[in-house]
């Protein structure tokens, strides 16, 4: 047994034994920036100022369009204000024509739009208020007509059809459909049969169900021409709709009232914009965007991304003085935008965007509460199209957002919650990703069940949620925004790590396609084509990240950087070999254990028909969603409906890249390549036909 003494001794040699490999060799830490800066700007950056500021923005009711004298324009004015105040110097709104006539790329503006109030009153059976915009400002549809009508009430069913108005007469009453869909019943009853306006329930959504008095967005989307003939349309609750219906069901004669007091007319959009200069390289911009518009509240679409934008501003502000960071060296551009129209409005006089924006990051959603609103964080990846840095500058630092140091005093103590997906659409980043712009833009934002419905409320907001996501973003934008060269090697090393899990990720995805289609009696006809596809897999994967790490030069001058990021890319490159080793022995042993032959896949005409067209794209801007079904006749379109299989899943994001990839040099047989390593497998037919009808658009040219 040791003395007293002697263990004493013991313990403290053992405790010394074990302290000095942590002096020796430091711990493992794992993110792009300084510890020290992290935790400078966790402190800085405050969930709950952010949480003000989103209470403030939902008190406006945003539409866009909305022009002189509406709150869209105070609410840009107010926040203009404030970025003054926080000390920004150059702050400035922009405006754009706005009258539903205008088009900005392919988009048309909305129409202006500006709105007083408006009262639904039912008058028989009972005399009751049914809808008060004061209330809830959705409840009255945005772009509603003004207007005044006591009327029967007419029931139509679902009312999207000609078949519902059989046999009704319409005209100069008011209209209940249920169900949702707002616009399509007003262009039916009201724009087709000269109707006073729609009253309309909402949609049959399921996980909205169990809120009986959600009332839903359903904007009216009148065109210049259309704006003489538009009415008015109030939105109702399921429960309001339930209570109508039964009176209809017992026979009983409906009647109501209704006063709107609103102008539609030539509105503007106004952009906000706030600029820091960069110190060292001013032309180099790293454009943060977020949407201001929509309707009262939303307060998480988008007042949340908007807010989080201030406090942004506010932050780079305070660390700089506070000595935390350095003047930023590149260029911020923030951008508070009426979302779409207004972002391709701003960016038809901003085409030198092009040259200059380095990265961009679309905050639309950034801070729900993850249990009120059945949702997660969702970062959707730049397009591999637009060849970038900033999806891994983000995903760098998710482990960072793990800590309870983001818990804010009024928010949630939900750990952070998060997926990362593939490139899709549906805001403002579509117009910056297009290769008009090339500008590599990730959205950063959640699924809610609330979006676009009045209980989009600021309660549904967590302060952690926003403070987590707000440093995500601003320690993003200081690493990229003051990057040297030192910094650009490091990213380069974090970028070809996470490029060889992305090549052996895409092979295992080539080896379960490979087994699926052997395995399955029905599939294995097309197994030799399959392969012969997928074998190009490895090499297109590598010239995407290749391209992903050449970017990354723009950050890093010095030459020896530049070589270190070529031998990076050689050593990428190099895996292709092996990758395409894994997929050949995996096929031959499938092939074994299938009892199959090897059949070689003999390239067939649409094959060499597609690897011999080069497309080139001959216009700006993507293309919006409903363009092919407005401007290809009937049967044109329904090759679309009739051939959903060829084309596979994510249809919106496959037309989006393709068009992206449409550069002269590309064939569309790569461009299938592409998208098919992107999503999932793409029919050769479908991008054939696809380019065909761009071609008979003449959007696009075969070079
Ligand atoms: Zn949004």
Redesign the pocket.
Known sequence: MLTPKKSWLSVITITFLFLLPLFLFPQDYPYLIKRELLEMIQSEVSGERAWDMVSKISRFHRIRGGGEGSEYNQCAEYLAKELRQIGLKEVTIKKYRSDGFQKYFFWTSPVGWKVNGAELWMIKPSRKLIARFSDQAVSLMPYSQGGEVESEVIYVGRGRSDAEYKNKNVKGKLVFATGGGGSQVHRQAVLKRGAAGVIVGPSDREDRLQYPDLIEVNRLSPSGEEREKAGFGFALSRRQEKELVSLFRAGRKVAMRAEVEAELFDGNMPVLEAKIIGTEYPSQEIIIMG?LD?YKPGAN??ASGSAGMIEMARNLRALVERDAISPLKRTIRFLWLP?IHGAAAYLTKHLDLKEKGICGMNL??IGEDYTLCQSNFNLICSPYSVPGYINDVLTNLFGWLEGRAFFSPRGSKNRFNFRIRPFSGG?DHVMFNDSTFSIPTPMLGHGDVFHHTSLDTPDKCDPTEMKRIISLALAATIFIANADDEDALELAREVFTQANIRMTRRTQRSIRLLHQYASDTDKRNNLAELYSNIINYPIVQAQVETANLEEIKELGKEKATQSAIDSLIKDLNRQIADEKDIINSTYDLFLERYELNKEDFQLNDLYKKASSLKPKRLFKGPLPGNYLRENLDEKGSAWYTRNRAKIGRSYGSKIYEIVNLMDGNRSLLDIRHIVSCEYNETDVEFILHFAGDLKKLKLITFE
């Open positions: 949407h929509h679409d988008n979302e639309d959603m805001s």
